[in-house]
């Protein structure tokens, strides 16, 4: 069977695009569903773009190369094409657009611009060989149990990361990268919680709390969550994206900075109170309480004088911790690093090398933040191949 394009996985990327190639166009994915990810997403209501998204938000080897694709099909292109859907939307927080209904109506809508623009879906079909052939590509395919051959003049590699295997996620493209020789970055889980060593924060499971979380490399303003195995919430994610093994975190648990002012305050009207019941006005009261064993914080207010505030509220301020390492790709929402964005066009995300063969989504060397970017990638890098193809 003969067609202009063939790409391979029906994710957020494989979908945008093949609603953009025109000429006769083939999805092909192993799972039974399309847009798997989509669907589990955003707590089942997806976050599908940032209001705020812009270059910064995303991580890779070559920061400039995410530009082109996302100025050309920004994140109010995919606002438009959500309201053209009839899908009702809000924002949640920091620009995170939300459906108000269900993660599936993006499935749905892109699957009906699919059909609209008359690409073919093959689902529960794997790849069992690839070969170059003179005019583009030939894919033996395996179709639901059957043997069957497809060629392309394009082929597009839209499989995604390594990320929760169990959903399906494979390093196809990876490996199709590595027998073309197309370099590719080093992989690791990213949007992934921080593991301890064991028991160290159980007795805090489930207590939140906001705060800047940092290192040497960036800060995010954002919530934290104790977990049975660590750390984990937004603050977290966002942060171990920036994270190598062995490397000191700095949790400030007073990111506004009033504390000081406050425990001041307080030592003036009511002197008596226990610091600690004090403290667990400004942090949850389970916090304070293991904190104990790190940090001074006996006596009354009365008790405490300013420079034993200032050393108490610089220590919540400050406080270090090294994770043991992440829970890896069992649980993290994207892979940092991929394919080589030196190997690729920015304006079409083809292989400069390998004519005909186009890599998009997540399998590039580009990672989005926590908060709608790594769909705006996957649809930004879906329409940049599409339209050129
Ligand atoms: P994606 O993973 O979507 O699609 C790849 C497709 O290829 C899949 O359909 C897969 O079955 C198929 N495939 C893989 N290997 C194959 C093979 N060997 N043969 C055939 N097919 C194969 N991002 C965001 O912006 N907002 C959010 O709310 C969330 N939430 C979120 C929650 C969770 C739990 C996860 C794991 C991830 C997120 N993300 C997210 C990240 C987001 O899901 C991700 O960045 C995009 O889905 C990437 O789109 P791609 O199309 O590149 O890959």
């Given amino acids: 069977m003969d067609f202009d394009t063939i790409i391979l996985g029906a994710g957020a990327a494989g979908m945008m695009c093949a609603t953009r190639t025109g000429g006769r166009t083939l999805v092909v994915d192993h799972a039974k ?12 209501r997806c976050n599908f773009t940032n209001m705020y998204a812009e270059p910064r938000n995303f991580l ?31 924002e949640k927080t920091l620009g995170q ?7 599936k109506q993006i499935i749905a809508m892109l699957v009906s611009e699919m059909e609209r623009a008359g690409a073919e879906l093959w689902l529960k079909t794997a790849l069992v060989d690839l ?19 497809a060629s392309c003049r ?3 590699l839209a499989t995604g990361g390594k990320s ?7 390093g196809l493209a990876y490996e199709i990268a590595r027998q073309f020789d197309i370099p590719v970055t080093e992989t690791r889980p990213a949007l ?65 900075g009033t504390l000081l002012d406050a425990l001041r305050n307080q030592r003036q009207k009511s002197g008596r109170k226990a610091l600690t019941t004090e403290l667990s006005n400004h942090l949850p009261a389970r916090l304070v309480d293991a904190l104990k064993t790190d940090i001074e914080m006996d006596g009354n207010l009365a008790d405490q004088s300013d420079a034993k505030l200032q050393v108490l509220c610089a220590a919540l301020a400050d406080w270090r911790l090294t994770p043991s390492g992440t829970e890896g790709y069992r649980t993290a929402e994207v892979t940092l690093g991929g394919i080589d964005t030196n190997a690729l066009s920015s304006r079409t995300m083809e292989v400069t090398s390998v004519p005909g063969l186009y890599v998009i989504g997540e399998a590039v060397d580009v990672t989005g933040w926590l908060g709608g970017f790594n769909f705006q990638w996957a649809w930004s890098s879906g329409h940049a191949a599409g339209t050129a193809i």
């Fill in 33 to 44: 569903n399309p847009g798997e990810k989509i669907r589990i997403s955003g707590g089942g």
């Fill in 60 to 90: 890779s080897q070559n920061p400039h190369f995410c530009k082109s694709a996302l100025v050309r099909y920004t994140q109010w292109d995919f606002i438009e094409l959500v309201d053209q859907h009839g899908i009702a939307w809000h």
């Fill in 97 to 103: 657009l939300f459906c108000d209904g269900s993660s």
């Fill in 131 to 149: 070969a170059k052939t003179e005019s583009g590509y030939r894919l033996t395919l395996d179709k639901d149990g059957k043997r069957v051959t």
């Fill in 154 to 156: 394009n082929l597009v």
């Fill in 164 to 170: 929760i295997p169990k959903m399906g996620a494979t």
């Fill in 192 to 256: 992934v919680p921080f593991t301890f060593p064991e028991g160290r924060f159980k007795p805090l499971a489930g207590v939140a709390t906001p705060t800047r979380l940092s290192n040497d490399h960036a800060s995010f303003d954002e919530a934290l969550l104790f977990t049975h195995r660590g750390l984990s919430g937004p603050a977290v994610l966002q942060l171990s994206s920036y994270w190598r093994e062995g490397e000191e975190i700095h949790v400030n648990l007073d990111p506004e």
